[in-house]
């Protein structure tokens, strides 16, 4: 049977099939226990003499449901030479200078803050408060460090109650008493602690925040150290925060960039006017300038991250990026301060970029068929991780022009017992006249003259890329070694692509992006080697809404389709959702405002609107700590899917959230997959 031009390309790339089939003919499948075997290796960070870089490393144990990590050590010039720093009981690592190393322990009772020597020798805790550290910063004079700790909120049961000390009721009065996986009765504050002669922590604390500002810094749920900053000389702290709180914190993003002066005192706003999330702050090396990350709109979480400087000595602020259409995601200053470093996903591709002071971006580092995730190093020397679909993150280095070299090995020897998978990237037509990557993967010992059942990936956030991914939630790998073909469109409505393409969702659910999945599934479907009887979809979050609205519109194409943490009931997501300025922005408004043609046009495309269509077998899966898509609309569409004689099967975690974070839950997850799969695809 003759293969097609696409195919002959794409296994061309990836070795052919026949070698492929030499090559892994006789290895294990990958899967999901397998890949619970395997280290998960986090971001470095390079030493200030670019000779070593740190990292963690994380490993799961199955049978005790649990996961162990581990600091580790390595020098740049010898991959491999890797070494346990801290063998259990700490994480976030930090370099404090070139001989010693910082990190939070979890040893004692509190997790504190303590160094370790470069060759693992003298650990040591640096302070003692009653409370747990979550994050740390040094100035860079290494005199003052910023530590992050929790606060309680306010507790109105309480104080209206004291005499009913064994209640159980929470009274709220406002928004947001809920963010993502966990009730808000606490907020994270920065302080600032001296650090004195003999290397300790001063046991005073200066608070960065005034005693009137319940905000937090870092912000929840996702921001970390990266949105502090110390000026150079240590006097100034420029942080990034939300002041906001209750029902006007739901429905903005609006994020500003504040600077302390630990002199003064006082707290300048140096974004006042820019109203969308601006966040990670940076000063120069001399001090002259300080970058951030700006989003232009308030209310829009996905709008196209720009990089913005402000001369600190006038004021000025220019748009660095602004001839750049793609996201800016994670930037340094370069030594000499003319240029700042950024990493940044092209074309589904994360790739290193540079930028010069006149905005002119130059890419320095395209990998082939893989993501830089994240990266450290401001001169010729950076470290980096890179992960694909076919391989999980390593860190590798890259001096220069010199070879690229890869650092890390831990899993190497592992992953060479479990045959590969081989991927497609082809660029196919959509309906508006545009053109859409499509990630392709064919299952392990392809074999072309075979036919293999086929399932389309849905893509969740709604605007996030379908780039080389390794995700331990959604391993392609994993999925495909199961004998599938996946194919995994970039559909309308993810960056990476220039600007429009990743606006063009929304306020448009259940449009474009939709005639997108269709064209995805359908072109790949006519290829000689896939069974068009035998498909599937998959998908989480916005993929589980994608899924859901496909049940009842994909006229008889799929067989079997899986949904995880989906929207089914439009109405009632955009009431039970936290974070309203999401619902708002993508939905287009309220579904009561009847004059709203965008918002009326989006709820009348809501799923639970066509479930008398419904026909294929339907898979779902919740978590009953999910508040972003609360559990009731995955139960909602079970039942729905019961009440009508469709075939379905609910997986419900009653201790999971968005995501599904325990071992055993995840080997859980892919094994009611496969046997769902299974049973109607082949």
Not at 92 to 119: C, M, V, W
Not at 132 to 149: C, I
Not at 594 to 609: G, L, M, V
Request: overall charge negative.
């Amino acid at each position: 049977m003759a293969m097609t031009a696409a195919l002959c390309s794409a296994l061309t790339l990836g070795g052919g099939a026949a070698s492929a089939q030499s090559e892994t003919a006789g290895l294990k499948r990958f899967t999901p226990e397998a890949m619970m075997g395997l280290y998960r290796i986090g971001a470095p960070e390079l030493s200030p003499d670019a000779r070593h870089y740190l990292y963690t490393r994380t490993k799961p144990n199955l049978s005790e449901n649990t996961s162990s990590s581990e600091i580790l050590i390595g020098e740049v010039g010898k991959p491999g030479s890797m070494r346990v720093l801290v063998s259990e009981g700490g994480h976030s690592p930090a370099f404090y200078d070139r001989d010693h190393i910082a990190y939070i322990s979890t040893e004692g009772k509190h997790a504190q803050l303590a160094l370790i020597n470069i060759d693992g020798t003298n650990k040591r805790v640096i302070s003692d408060y009653p409370f747990d550290v979550e994050m740390f910063l040094f100035s860079p004079d290494r005199d003052k460090v910023v530590v992050v700790r929790e606060h309680e909120l306010r507790n109105i049961t309480k104080e209206e109650n004291p005499d009913l000390d064994k209640t159980s009721g929470v009274i709220i009065d406002d928004l947001m008493y809920k963010h993502w996986d966990h009730w808000n009765t606490t907020t994270r504050q920065p302080y600032i602690a001296q650090v004195s002669q003999d290397g300790l922590l001063s046991m005073e604390l200066t608070p960065v925040l005034g005693t009137d500002e319940p905000y937090e810094v870092p912000t929840k749920p996702f921001s970390g150290m990266e949105d502090l900053s110390w000026s150079p000389d240590g006097t100034k702290l420029a942080y990034s925060c939300r002041k906001k709180s209750g029902l006007e914190y739901a429905i903005s993003t609006n994020t500003d960039i504040y600077v302390y002066d630990l002199n003064t005192g006082e707290t300048q706003n140096i974004t006042e006017g820019m109203m969308g999330y601006d966040t990670h702050p940076a000063y120069s090396g001399d001090g002259k300038y300080i970058a951030w990350i700006s989003m232009e709109r308030d209310g829009y979480e996905a709008d196209l991250t720009r990089l913005f400087i402000m001369d600190t000595r006038t004021g000025e602020k220019t748009y660095l990026s602004e001839a750049y259409d793609n996201f800016v995601d994670a930037f340094v200053w370069m030594d000499g301060d003319r240029r700042i470093r950024f990493v940044s996903n092209d074309h589904g591709l994360g790739s290193l970029f540079e930028i010069d002071l006149k905005g002119k971006v130059t890419r320095t580092y395209k990998p082939e068929q893989a993501d830089v995730t994240s990266f450290s190093g401001t001169g010729d020397v950076v470290v980096f991780g890179m992960q694909s679909m076919k391989h999980p993150t390593d860190i590798f280095c890259k001096e220069g022009k010199k070879q690229v070299k890869k650092l890390t090995t831990e899993n190497d020897d592992y992953l060479a017992q479990f045959s590969n998978i081989t991927i497609q990237e082809r660029w196919i037509p959509t309906t508006n006249g545009e053109k859409m990557l499509v990630w392709a993967v064919l299952p392990p010992e392809f074999d072309a003259t075979k036919k293999y059942p086929a399932i389309l990936y849905c893509q969740g956030g709604p605007q996030s890329t379908v780039s080389q991914f390794w995700s331990y939630r959604w391993n392609i790998r994993t999925f495909a070694s199961g004998g599938y073909i996946m194919v995994l469109p970039n559909r309308h409505g993810v960056p990476g692509f220039g600007k429009a393409w990743n606006e063009q969702i929304s306020g448009d659910y259940g449009g474009q992006n939709m005639r997108d999945y269709f064209t995805a599934i359908d072109t790949v479907a006519k290829e000689p080697y896939v069974d068009e009887t035998r498909l599937g979809a998959t998908g989480a979050s916005y993929g589980g809404f994608s899924v859901f609205w496909l049940a009842g519109h994909h006229e008889g194409r799929f067989k079997a389709l899986m949904a995880h943490a989906g929207i089914f009931n439009l109405e009632a997501q955009y009431l039970e959702t936290e974070e309203k300025w999401f619902a708002n922005w993508d939905m287009g408004g309220a579904y009561w405002d009847k004059d709203n043609a965008i918002a009326q046009r989006t709820f009348a495309n809501s799923p639970h609107r066509f479930v008398d269509k419904w026909t294929a077998p339907i898979l779902i899966s919740v978590g009953d700590y999910d508040f972003r898509i609360v559990s009731s609309q995955g139960m909602q569409a079970f039942d729905a899917a019961k009440m009508q004689g469709v075939p379905a099967r609910l997986l419900y975690y009653p201790d999971e959230s968005h995501w599904i974070l325990q071992p055993q839950n995840g080997v859980l997850f892919y094994r009611t997959w496969f046997d769902w799969m299974d049973r109607y695809l082949k």
